[in-house]
C-alpha cells in the first residue's frame, strides 16, 4: 500500500456531519512526491471534514518542522511551519455548473474518492518560510563563514533615514517640476 493511499477520502460512503482525521507527514510522504524541495520532515496534521448535502468543507492544521538547507551557506536546518488552510469541494453531476473558482474545486457525484495529498503538499510547501537562513531555524545558529566568504556575501546593514541614499533613476524625476 502506497503511503499516500491513507489520504484518500471516500466520498461516497461519507455520511453528514463532522469527521476528524489525524496523521503524521514524515520523510515517506515527502518521497512520494519526487521533485519535492522538502526530503525531510515531521509534521502533525489534523483534517476535518463537513460533509453536507452537496459539499465538503475540509479543513487542513497543522504543525511541525521540515530539514531543508540554509539559502546562504546550505547548512542542513530544521524549520518550524504551521498552517490553516481550506478547502471547498462541491458535489455535481452537472458538467455545466462547473466553473474556475480558485478556492473550490469539483467531484462528480459518481466519484467515490477524492485524494487529498497533492492538496496537503501543496499546503504544507507553501508554510515553508521563502527565505530559509540559518537564524531562522528552530536552533538558531550562524552562517558558515567559510561557505559565506567563498561566495563572497556581506551583510548589509540598514541606513537610517537621515543617511539613505537611493540609487533609484526615479529619484531625478523626484525634484522635477512642470514649467
Known sequence: MSVLQ???LPVRGLYTGRHEYDFTIDDEFFAAF??????HGNIDLEIIVDRRLRELVIEFNF????HTECDR???EIDLAIAGEDELLVKIT???DQVSDEPEMIYLYQEESFLDLA????????LAVPISKVCQ????PVECDPAMLAKIGFQEVEVESDKEKTSSSPWDVLKDWKES
Open 6 to 8: 491513507a489520504y484518500v
Open 34 to 39: 519526487p521533485d519535492s524541495s522538502v526530503k
Open 63 to 66: 504543525e511541525g518542522s521540515v
Open 73 to 75: 551557506c546550505l547548512r
Open 93 to 95: 453531476s452537472d458538467p
Open 118 to 125: 497533492p492538496f496537503v503538499y501543496e499546503f504544507v510547501l
Open 136 to 139: 531562522n531555524a528552530i536552533s
